[in-house]
């Protein structure tokens, strides 16, 4: 696999679209799936993709042929999400109470579309409720969770993505997983 994409890259550096493509489809998925468990909303996970994938299309020169592509491009998604995360001002927290209302949160007012079997309500929901709970993170701690627990990423392939030694990530990993397990278990 490690070969096909330098050789991909190569291509890309000549001018190749063709090749970039493949890119692309050999790892649109895993980009959009960092991006969208790291911001919850897949409108801005798309966006997000589409931003990384152009950047990495401008800076493909800059990429070092040496290390592996999917870290460089999940470095640059990582960042761009981190960034858009900065960027957000929050209208409301979901535990904010509704006014006019007898205590009700912003909570009730998520309501599933289709009915499922209870088996799949009670894993829906809890899926639900550690990703909202992991969206409450901070981005630090959100990214190296994210990378090592849903994108099953080596702590050595975090560290290369977000740019950090091992050591560090180790800690983010801890005090995420730490303040995760906080917030779960006072909900």
Do not use: C
């Not at 007898?102 to 894993?123: K, T, Y």
């Not at 994210?146 to 950090?164: A, G, H, T």
């Not at 030694?165 to 730490?178: A, D, F, Y």
Request: aromatic share 8%.
């Amino acid at each position: 696999m490690d070969m096909l994409v330098k050789k991909l890259v190569l291509e890309v550096r000549k001018g190749n679209q063709k090749a970039y493509e493949e890119l692309v489809d050999l790892y649109k998925d895993q980009v959009y799936h960092i991006a969208y468990r790291m911001l919850g909303n897949m409108h801005e996970a798309q966006d997000i993709s589409q931003e990384a994938f152009l950047r990495a299309y401008m800076n493909i020169d800059s990429y070092d042929i040496d290390r592996k592509f999917s870290t460089w491009l999940f470095r640059i998604t990582t960042n761009l999400t981190i960034d858009r995360i900065r960027k957000r001002k929050p209208d409301f927290h979901l535990e904010d109470p509704i006014a006019g209302t007898d205590g009700m949160d912003h909570h009730a007012r998520f309501v599933a579309d289709m009915p499922l079997p209870e088996d799949q309500v009670v894993q829906l929901e809890q899926q639900e409720w550690i990703q909202k709970e992991i969206l409450a993170l901070p981005p630090k701690y959100r990214a190296a969770i994210v990378l090592k627990y849903i994108e099953d990423k080596s702590l050595k392939e975090i560290s290369e993505i977000l740019n950090m030694p091992v050591g560090t990530v180790k800690t983010r990993i801890h005090r995420g997983r730490e303040a995760l397990k906080k917030r779960l278990s006072s909900s």
